[in-house]
């Protein structure tokens, strides 16, 4: 991988952008692989990106004391980005990609209001309630990334959405029983209620009729979320194309391991091989490569 300075990064900045690549690497085990098909230059941006979210969300899943007071601290370290000098490294470089491609700051305050709330809110009540949930956690994301690669307009971002939060909802339904030892239903209680599975059910690890009914219900709608975010890839060019085509399809994998265990997501969690990753980004990538749409 090349150093930042050699992708465009002022010397001075070359050290808080080896930190974010440092993080990345260290806490995401495909950035390494992922990086080989990133164009060079923006990979020092997108590992300041990440550093930011992960750094976010280590404070919401991890942290020790406080937690909506180290947030509030995270706040005002990402102000300190658009109207202040930041002192840790992976903020300098957060300011430097930030001024670099215009980002304004409500995907950044997103994320940190989506760690809030899972501080303060363990259950949804009904589905609008998990996706505005989805609208803090998961789509901001997609902006993030969208704004790096050079759009920012309105309907690219709205498709993003689509496919972000169907990310967002697999990643749940396949997390159903982690989520719980953490004391958090990311599944609707409307939705519990109209297919009879309760929570003490889901204590138990039952893994019943009712329950395969509900998980079947969730994975139908999280496909049609996928399918209303499809378009995005003919509305992107370059390798970015590439992406997010494997982030839907890497969600479906998901969807289809899910589908696979006949929805019992209690007793296993359903996963996507590290084997089956690789073959899925060298095919799609030799797909797009042959047919000329990267």
Same mark, same amino acid.
């Given at each position: 991988?090349?150093?930042?300075?050699?992708?465009?990064? =002022?010397?001075?900045?070359?050290?808080?952008?080896?930190?974010?690549?440092?993080?990345?690497?260290?806490?995401?085990?495909?950035?390494?692989?992922?990086?080989?098909?990133?164009?060079?230059?923006?990979?020092?941006?997108?590992?300041?990106?990440?550093?930011?979210?992960?750094? @976010?969300?280590?404070?919401?899943?991890?942290?020790?004391?406080?937690?909506?007071?180290?947030?509030?601290?995270?706040?005002?370290?990402?102000?300190?980005?658009?109207?202040?000098?930041?002192?840790?490294?992976?903020?300098?470089?957060?300011? #430097?990609?930030?001024?670099?491609?215009?980002?304004?700051?409500?995907?950044?305050?997103?994320?940190?209001?989506?760690?809030?709330?899972?501080?303060?809110?363990?259950?949804?009540?009904?589905?609008?309630?998990?996706?505005?949930?989805?609208?803090?956690?998961?789509?901001?994301?997609?902006?993030?990334?969208?704004?790096?690669?050079?759009?920012?307009?309105?309907?690219?971002?709205?498709?993003?959405?689509?496919?972000?939060?169907?990310?967002?909802?697999?990643?749940?339904?396949?997390?159903? #029983?982690?989520?719980?030892?953490?004391?958090?239903?990311?599944? =609707?209680?409307?939705?519990?209620?109209?297919?009879?599975?309760?929570?003490?059910?889901?204590?138990?690890?039952?893994?019943?009729?009712?329950?395969?009914?509900?998980?079947?219900?969730?994975?139908?709608?999280?496909?049609?979320?996928?399918?209303?975010?499809?378009?995005? @890839?003919?509305? @992107?060019?370059?390798?970015?194309?590439?992406?997010?085509?494997?982030?839907?399809?890497?969600?479906?994998?998901?969807?289809?391991?899910?589908?696979?265990?006949?929805?019992?997501?209690?007793?296993?969690?359903?996963? @996507?091989?590290?084997?089956?990753?690789?073959?899925?980004?060298?095919?799609?990538?030799?797909?797009?490569?042959?047919?000329?749409?990267?």
């Amino acid at each position: 991988m090349a150093s930042p300075t050699e992708q465009g990064i =002022p010397k001075e900045l070359e050290p808080a952008y080896e930190e974010c690549i440092r993080l990345a690497s260290s806490h995401y085990e495909n950035f390494t692989v992922a990086a080989r098909f990133l164009s060079k230059e923006i990979i020092p941006h997108l590992s300041a990106i990440y550093a930011y979210c992960r750094g @976010v969300d280590d404070l919401g899943d991890e942290a020790e004391g406080d937690r909506l007071a180290l947030l509030e601290a995270w706040t005002a370290d990402l102000e300190s980005c658009y109207s202040g000098t930041p002192e840790a490294l992976h903020l300098q470089a957060l300011q #430097h990609t930030i001024g670099t491609y215009n980002i304004p700051p409500e995907p950044f305050r997103k994320l940190i209001e989506a760690n809030r709330m899972d501080q303060v809110r363990l259950r949804h009540n009904t589905f609008e309630d998990l996706l505005n949930y989805c609208e803090h956690s998961a789509n901001p994301v997609g902006h993030l990334y969208l704004y790096i690669s050079g759009y920012s307009d309105e309907e690219r971002h709205r498709l993003s959405d689509f496919t972000c939060t169907a990310l967002q909802l697999a990643n749940f339904w396949q997390d159903v #029983h982690r989520d719980y030892a953490m004391g958090r239903i990311y599944l =609707p209680q409307e939705d519990m209620t109209r297919f009879g599975y309760t929570e003490e059910e889901l204590a138990a690890g039952v893994c019943n009729d009712a329950f395969r009914s509900l998980m079947a219900f969730q994975i139908e709608r999280t496909q049609h979320y996928f399918e209303q975010g499809a378009p995005l @890839v003919k509305l @992107v060019e370059g390798k970015a194309r590439l992406h997010i085509k494997l982030f839907s399809l890497g969600g479906l994998r998901v969807l289809d391991a899910i589908r696979g265990q006949r929805y019992d997501v209690l007793s296993k969690r359903p996963r @996507v091989s590290k084997s089956r990753k690789a073959w899925l980004l060298l095919k799609t990538y030799l797909w797009m490569k042959l047919t000329r749409q990267i």
